[in-house]
């Protein structure tokens, strides 16, 4: 009996690990952060696609001494589905402690945005295309990105060929330039500090 138990366990285990159906499809991308022309942490951005979800995973890791030690840890996880933003989570944490969290989630007709203080609303029927998606998928022809940050639409602006300025509400500029249809590199022009962003070659194989 116990044999036969143990049969059936390790039959319906492998059924799911090695079932018919279509494998996934996984992107990573990984970028220096770089300040001063001195390297202070790592940035990556992943993309795992199955059947019609996709979700999108950005990653950044600082350290930095200023006056004192500085350590900056950003994650965002946003999926779609069927082409259509879902969910997000996003947090931030300086020196461990976490500085701000929120969630977005769509409820069919709106999307609910909840922070700590309050739940707001964003009257979309849809987001096709968020700060997730953008380095994944270069925003030809498109004029607004939805920023899970901040949770408001935010406009795209080609500057010129592959290169766009998204200007935030903060007043800071980020420009992104893309090859390929990917990003390669990204300048956030702060009002106080310049912060680069170049990707790194992807060496495995």
Avoid at 20 to 30: L, N, Q, R, V
Avoid at 45 to 60: F, G, H, Q
Avoid at 84 to 94: E, P, Q, R, T, W
Wanted: avoid cysteine; glycine fraction near 4%; proline fraction near 2%.
């Amino acid at each position: 009996m116990k044999k036969h138990f143990l049969f059936l366990l390790i039959f319906s285990i492998s059924g799911l690990l090695f079932s018919f159906g279509p494998a996934a499809t996984i992107e990573k991308f990984d970028y220096e952060v770089i300040v001063y022309n001195r390297t202070i942490g790592t940035f990556s951005a992943s993309k795992v696609e199955l059947n019609e979800r996709a979700d999108y995973s950005l990653e950044t890791k600082i350290s930095t001494r200023i006056f004192k030690n500085i350590e900056f840890d950003f994650a965002m996880n946003s999926s779609y589905q069927n082409s259509i933003l879902v969910h997000s989570d996003l947090k931030n944490y300086m020196n461990n402690e976490l500085r701000k969290s929120s969630t977005v989630d769509f409820d069919g007709s709106k999307y609910l945005i909840r922070t700590k203080k309050n739940t707001i609303t964003h009257n979309e029927v849809r987001i096709e295309y968020s700060s997730a998606s953008l380095y994944f998928e270069e925003p030809i022809g498109r004029k607004f990105l939805f920023s899970e940050n901040y949770g408001i639409n935010l406009p795209i602006i080609e500057i010129k060929p592959h290169k766009y300025l998204v200007k935030l509400p903060n007043g800071d500029t980020n420009y992104y330039e893309y090859k390929n249809g990917e990003v390669a590199s990204v300048e956030f022009d702060k009002r106080i500090i310049n912060v680069k962003m170049l990707r790194v070659a992807n060496t495995d194989g």
